[in-house]
Protein backbone atom coordinates (compact mmCIF):
# COMPACT_ATOMS: atom_id res chain seq x y z
CA UNK A 1 0.00 0.00 0.00
CA UNK A 2 1.45 3.41 -1.16
CA UNK A 3 0.15 7.12 -0.81
CA UNK A 4 -2.16 6.76 -3.59
CA UNK A 5 -3.94 3.47 -2.13
CA UNK A 6 -4.57 5.93 1.32
CA UNK A 7 -6.13 8.92 -0.83
CA UNK A 8 -8.44 6.47 -2.54
CA UNK A 9 -9.30 4.99 0.88
CA UNK A 10 -10.04 8.08 2.31
CA UNK A 11 -11.19 10.55 -0.10
CA UNK A 12 -14.75 10.04 0.31
CA UNK A 13 -14.61 10.58 4.70
CA UNK A 14 -14.04 14.29 3.90
CA UNK A 15 -17.09 14.63 2.01
CA UNK A 16 -19.92 12.65 3.71
CA UNK A 17 -17.98 13.07 7.38
CA UNK A 18 -19.08 17.38 7.05
CA UNK A 19 -22.64 15.95 6.05
CA UNK A 20 -22.73 13.87 9.30
CA UNK A 21 -21.23 16.93 11.02
CA UNK A 22 -23.99 19.50 9.51
CA UNK A 23 -26.72 17.02 10.39
CA UNK A 24 -26.54 16.64 13.81
CA UNK A 25 -25.27 20.42 13.96
CA UNK A 26 -28.73 21.12 13.05
CA UNK A 27 -30.53 18.42 14.72
CA UNK A 28 -28.65 19.99 17.98
CA UNK A 29 -29.77 23.31 16.93
CA UNK A 30 -33.10 22.51 16.48
CA UNK A 31 -33.31 20.06 19.87
CA UNK A 32 -31.50 23.09 21.79
CA UNK A 33 -29.29 19.71 23.17
CA UNK A 34 -25.89 20.28 23.95
CA UNK A 35 -24.83 17.20 23.59
CA UNK A 36 -25.25 16.73 20.37
CA UNK A 37 -23.59 20.25 19.53
CA UNK A 38 -20.68 18.88 21.27
CA UNK A 39 -20.98 15.44 19.02
CA UNK A 40 -21.31 17.62 15.80
CA UNK A 41 -18.01 19.56 17.07
CA UNK A 42 -16.02 16.64 17.91
CA UNK A 43 -17.13 14.72 13.95
CA UNK A 44 -16.00 17.90 12.43
CA UNK A 45 -12.80 18.35 14.12
CA UNK A 46 -11.73 14.89 13.09
CA UNK A 47 -12.94 15.07 10.07
CA UNK A 48 -10.57 18.35 9.59
CA UNK A 49 -7.70 15.51 10.89
CA UNK A 50 -8.69 13.04 8.39
CA UNK A 51 -8.43 15.49 5.66
CA UNK A 52 -5.09 16.23 6.01
CA UNK A 53 -3.56 13.05 5.21
CA UNK A 54 -6.52 12.80 2.63
CA UNK A 55 -5.35 16.14 0.48
CA UNK A 56 -1.53 15.57 1.19
CA UNK A 57 -2.11 12.22 -0.47
CA UNK A 58 -3.63 12.98 -3.18
CA UNK A 59 -0.63 14.25 -5.26
CA UNK A 60 0.67 10.70 -4.92
CA UNK A 61 -2.52 10.04 -6.64
CA UNK A 62 -1.65 12.13 -9.33
CA UNK A 63 1.82 10.96 -10.07
CA UNK A 64 0.85 7.39 -10.49
CA UNK A 65 -1.93 7.52 -12.49
CA UNK A 66 0.53 10.34 -14.84
CA UNK A 67 3.12 7.66 -14.50
CA UNK A 68 5.70 10.28 -12.63
CA UNK A 69 5.29 12.75 -15.26
CA UNK A 70 5.26 15.95 -13.11
CA UNK A 71 5.41 18.40 -16.24
CA UNK A 72 3.43 18.10 -19.59
CA UNK A 73 0.60 15.85 -20.61
CA UNK A 74 -0.39 12.52 -18.92
CA UNK A 75 0.62 9.44 -21.03
CA UNK A 76 -2.86 7.99 -20.82
CA UNK A 77 -4.94 10.01 -23.47
CA UNK A 78 -8.11 8.92 -21.51
CA UNK A 79 -6.35 10.95 -18.23
CA UNK A 80 -6.56 14.85 -18.80
CA UNK A 81 -4.05 17.07 -16.81
CA UNK A 82 -5.79 19.92 -16.72
CA UNK A 83 -8.64 18.47 -15.30
CA UNK A 84 -6.19 16.85 -12.26
CA UNK A 85 -4.98 20.35 -11.37
CA UNK A 86 -8.28 21.79 -11.24
CA UNK A 87 -9.30 18.82 -9.03
CA UNK A 88 -5.90 20.05 -6.86
CA UNK A 89 -6.76 23.57 -6.26
CA UNK A 90 -10.55 22.60 -5.61
CA UNK A 91 -9.26 20.70 -3.12
CA UNK A 92 -6.49 23.07 -1.70
CA UNK A 93 -9.45 25.62 -1.33
CA UNK A 94 -12.05 22.71 0.48
CA UNK A 95 -8.79 21.54 2.85
CA UNK A 96 -8.37 25.11 4.14
CA UNK A 97 -12.20 25.72 5.07
CA UNK A 98 -11.99 21.98 6.59
CA UNK A 99 -9.30 23.10 8.56
CA UNK A 100 -10.43 26.78 9.99
CA UNK A 101 -13.94 24.72 10.16
CA UNK A 102 -12.22 22.03 12.36
CA UNK A 103 -10.29 25.13 14.84
CA UNK A 104 -13.22 27.00 15.11
CA UNK A 105 -15.09 23.44 16.74
CA UNK A 106 -12.62 22.98 18.78
CA UNK A 107 -12.58 26.87 20.10
CA UNK A 108 -16.31 25.78 21.09
CA UNK A 109 -15.48 22.18 22.82
CA UNK A 110 -12.94 24.67 24.67
CA UNK A 111 -15.19 27.28 25.56
CA UNK A 112 -17.42 24.72 26.48
CA UNK A 113 -15.52 23.10 28.89
CA UNK A 114 -14.66 25.95 30.57
CA UNK A 115 -18.04 27.87 30.97
CA UNK A 116 -20.95 24.91 30.27
CA UNK A 117 -21.57 26.34 27.60
CA UNK A 118 -21.55 27.02 23.51
CA UNK A 119 -20.71 31.08 22.51
CA UNK A 120 -23.08 31.59 19.81
CA UNK A 121 -20.43 33.83 17.52
CA UNK A 122 -18.58 30.33 17.53
CA UNK A 123 -21.27 28.43 16.72
CA UNK A 124 -22.49 30.96 14.02
CA UNK A 125 -18.92 30.61 12.63
CA UNK A 126 -18.78 26.86 12.57
CA UNK A 127 -22.23 26.78 11.11
CA UNK A 128 -21.41 29.23 7.68
CA UNK A 129 -17.51 27.94 7.89
CA UNK A 130 -19.29 24.23 7.56
CA UNK A 131 -21.79 24.74 4.95
CA UNK A 132 -19.01 26.47 2.63
CA UNK A 133 -16.65 23.87 3.36
CA UNK A 134 -19.24 20.96 2.28
CA UNK A 135 -20.12 23.15 -0.85
CA UNK A 136 -16.13 23.09 -1.51
CA UNK A 137 -15.93 19.22 -0.64
CA UNK A 138 -18.59 18.61 -3.28
CA UNK A 139 -16.98 20.56 -5.89
CA UNK A 140 -13.72 18.94 -5.57
CA UNK A 141 -15.14 15.34 -5.36
CA UNK A 142 -17.10 16.06 -8.42
CA UNK A 143 -13.59 16.62 -10.24
CA UNK A 144 -12.36 13.54 -8.71
CA UNK A 145 -15.10 11.48 -9.95
CA UNK A 146 -14.58 13.07 -13.47
CA UNK A 147 -10.65 11.83 -13.71
CA UNK A 148 -11.22 8.40 -14.82
CA UNK A 149 -14.74 7.43 -15.00
CA UNK A 150 -15.09 6.07 -18.63
CA UNK A 151 -18.91 6.46 -18.47
CA UNK A 152 -18.56 10.62 -18.21
CA UNK A 153 -15.26 10.54 -20.26
CA UNK A 154 -16.87 12.86 -22.99
CA UNK A 155 -17.84 15.60 -20.54
CA UNK A 156 -14.73 15.02 -18.83
CA UNK A 157 -12.98 16.38 -22.20
CA UNK A 158 -15.05 18.82 -23.04
CA UNK A 159 -14.87 20.28 -19.61
CA UNK A 160 -10.65 20.09 -20.23
CA UNK A 161 -10.99 21.75 -23.16
CA UNK A 162 -12.09 24.85 -21.58
CA UNK A 163 -9.86 24.66 -18.18
CA UNK A 164 -7.05 23.88 -20.90
CA UNK A 165 -4.59 26.76 -20.29
CA UNK A 166 -5.83 27.96 -16.96
CA UNK A 167 -3.64 28.33 -14.29
CA UNK A 168 -5.07 26.30 -11.29
CA UNK A 169 -5.35 27.37 -7.92
CA UNK A 170 -2.36 25.17 -6.45
CA UNK A 171 0.12 25.64 -9.23
CA UNK A 172 -0.84 29.72 -8.79
CA UNK A 173 0.33 29.58 -5.18
CA UNK A 174 3.38 26.71 -5.85
CA UNK A 175 4.48 30.05 -8.49
CA UNK A 176 3.95 32.39 -5.81
CA UNK A 177 5.99 30.45 -2.85
CA UNK A 178 8.68 29.27 -5.58
CA UNK A 179 9.16 32.51 -7.83
CA UNK A 180 9.27 34.84 -4.60
CA UNK A 181 12.37 34.88 -2.75
CA UNK A 182 11.25 36.40 0.68
CA UNK A 183 8.16 34.09 0.90
CA UNK A 184 9.77 30.77 1.53
CA UNK A 185 11.95 32.89 4.14
CA UNK A 186 8.70 34.50 5.59
CA UNK A 187 7.17 30.75 5.97
CA UNK A 188 10.17 29.54 7.72
CA UNK A 189 10.21 32.38 9.80
CA UNK A 190 6.78 31.79 11.24
CA UNK A 191 6.89 27.93 10.78
CA UNK A 192 9.41 28.31 13.87
CA UNK A 193 7.13 31.13 15.77
CA UNK A 194 4.26 28.31 15.31
CA UNK A 195 6.33 25.77 16.86
CA UNK A 196 7.52 27.53 19.72
CA UNK A 197 4.11 28.09 20.11
CA UNK A 198 2.85 24.64 20.24
CA UNK A 199 5.17 22.85 21.52
CA UNK A 200 6.23 25.12 24.51
CA UNK A 201 2.54 24.76 25.83
CA UNK A 202 1.70 21.72 24.86
CA UNK A 203 4.35 21.05 26.82
CA UNK A 204 3.51 22.82 30.28
CA UNK A 205 0.18 20.83 30.21
CA UNK A 206 2.13 17.39 29.93
CA UNK A 207 4.60 17.79 32.39
CA UNK A 208 1.44 18.54 34.45
CA UNK A 209 -0.47 16.09 33.89
CA UNK A 210 3.18 13.97 34.61
CA UNK A 211 3.65 15.37 38.32
CA UNK A 212 6.22 17.96 36.76
CA UNK A 213 4.69 21.39 38.21
CA UNK A 214 1.78 20.01 40.90
CA UNK A 215 1.19 23.21 41.97
CA UNK A 216 -0.93 24.45 39.04
CA UNK A 217 -4.24 22.70 38.13
CA UNK A 218 -4.84 21.74 34.75
CA UNK A 219 -7.70 23.56 34.08
CA UNK A 220 -5.52 26.89 34.54
CA UNK A 221 -3.10 25.68 32.35
CA UNK A 222 -5.74 24.71 29.71
CA UNK A 223 -6.86 28.30 29.35
CA UNK A 224 -3.15 28.64 27.16
CA UNK A 225 -4.40 25.95 25.16
CA UNK A 226 -5.64 28.16 22.15
CA UNK A 227 -2.00 29.35 21.69
CA UNK A 228 -0.87 26.48 21.12
CA UNK A 229 -3.35 25.82 18.80
CA UNK A 230 -2.70 29.36 17.35
CA UNK A 231 0.76 28.00 16.66
CA UNK A 232 -0.31 24.70 14.98
CA UNK A 233 -2.64 27.04 12.88
CA UNK A 234 0.31 29.03 11.40
CA UNK A 235 2.60 25.65 11.43
CA UNK A 236 -0.34 24.19 9.09
CA UNK A 237 -0.95 27.31 6.95
CA UNK A 238 3.15 27.61 6.33
CA UNK A 239 3.75 24.13 5.78
CA UNK A 240 1.04 23.87 3.22
CA UNK A 241 2.83 26.50 1.19
CA UNK A 242 6.13 24.27 1.54
CA UNK A 243 4.20 21.12 0.31
CA UNK A 244 1.96 22.95 -2.49
CA UNK A 245 5.44 24.52 -4.33
CA UNK A 246 7.34 21.15 -3.91
CA UNK A 247 4.77 18.21 -3.48
CA UNK A 248 6.96 15.76 -5.43
CA UNK A 249 9.69 16.37 -2.74
CA UNK A 250 7.27 15.13 0.17
CA UNK A 251 5.19 12.39 -1.13
CA UNK A 252 7.86 10.24 -2.04
CA UNK A 253 9.34 11.13 1.56
CA UNK A 254 9.01 8.21 3.51
CA UNK A 255 10.00 10.78 6.90
CA UNK A 256 7.21 12.48 5.51
CA UNK A 257 4.70 10.02 5.83
CA UNK A 258 5.97 9.63 9.30
CA UNK A 259 4.91 12.91 10.15
CA UNK A 260 1.68 12.87 9.28
CA UNK A 261 0.96 10.25 11.16
CA UNK A 262 2.53 11.12 14.23
CA UNK A 263 0.41 14.96 13.55
CA UNK A 264 -2.75 12.61 13.13
CA UNK A 265 -2.21 10.59 16.73
CA UNK A 266 -1.12 13.98 18.43
CA UNK A 267 -4.50 15.38 17.59
CA UNK A 268 -6.27 12.63 19.17
CA UNK A 269 -4.27 13.41 22.42
CA UNK A 270 -5.62 16.66 22.07
CA UNK A 271 -9.34 15.21 21.80
CA UNK A 272 -8.65 13.81 25.03
CA UNK A 273 -7.54 16.85 26.83
CA UNK A 274 -10.87 18.49 25.42
CA UNK A 275 -13.70 16.61 25.44
CA UNK A 276 -13.07 13.77 28.70
CA UNK A 277 -13.24 14.87 32.21
CA UNK A 278 -10.73 12.68 33.79
CA UNK A 279 -7.72 15.77 33.23
CA UNK A 280 -10.08 18.43 34.44
CA UNK A 281 -10.57 16.65 37.77
CA UNK A 282 -7.14 17.44 38.50
CA UNK A 283 -6.76 20.51 40.76
CA UNK A 284 -3.18 22.25 41.90
CA UNK A 285 -1.05 18.90 43.82
CA UNK A 286 -3.36 16.63 42.74
CA UNK A 287 -1.86 13.51 41.11
CA UNK A 288 -3.15 12.96 37.32
CA UNK A 289 -4.91 9.35 37.15
CA UNK A 290 -2.63 6.89 34.68
CA UNK A 291 -4.59 7.47 31.33
CA UNK A 292 -4.12 11.41 32.26
CA UNK A 293 -0.56 10.43 32.64
CA UNK A 294 -0.13 8.29 29.74
CA UNK A 295 -1.56 10.60 27.37
CA UNK A 296 0.50 13.05 28.61
CA UNK A 297 3.55 11.34 27.75
CA UNK A 298 2.58 10.11 24.52
CA UNK A 299 1.69 13.58 23.89
CA UNK A 300 5.21 14.94 24.65
CA UNK A 301 6.73 12.41 22.31
CA UNK A 302 4.35 12.43 19.47
CA UNK A 303 5.49 16.35 19.94
CA UNK A 304 8.91 15.62 19.59
CA UNK A 305 9.00 13.28 16.95
CA UNK A 306 6.85 15.50 14.79
CA UNK A 307 9.69 17.94 14.91
CA UNK A 308 12.53 15.70 14.49
CA UNK A 309 10.91 14.20 11.11
CA UNK A 310 10.68 17.41 10.23
CA UNK A 311 13.74 18.82 10.55
CA UNK A 312 15.26 15.07 9.19
CA UNK A 313 13.43 15.51 5.59
CA UNK A 314 15.92 16.95 4.07
CA UNK A 315 18.76 13.85 5.48
CA UNK A 316 17.16 10.72 6.17
CA UNK A 317 14.22 11.35 3.32
CA UNK A 318 16.75 12.21 0.93
CA UNK A 319 14.32 14.07 -1.17
CA UNK A 320 15.43 17.45 -1.22
Known amino acids: MNLAHIHLLLNHFPTIGTIIGIGLFLVGLAAK ?3 LKRASLVVFLGIALITLPTYMSGNAAQEMICKGQTKGPCT ?9 EKHEGAALLAFLFMEFTGAFAWLGLWKFRRAARFPGAVLAAVALLSMVTFGLMAQAANIGGEIRHPEIREALQ ?24 WMWATCETLHFVGLCLLFGIASFVDLRMLGVIKGISFKALHRMLPWAVLGFGINLITGMFFFVAAYDQYTTNTVYQWKLVLIMLAGLNVLYFTIFDEPWEVGADDNAPPLAKFVAASAFVLVIGVIFCGRM ?8
Do not use: H, N, Y
Open 33 to 35: SDE
Open 76 to 84: DPGVSKALI
Open 158 to 181: AQAAQIEGQQPLGRAVASFVIGKT
Open 313 to 320: LPFLGKAF
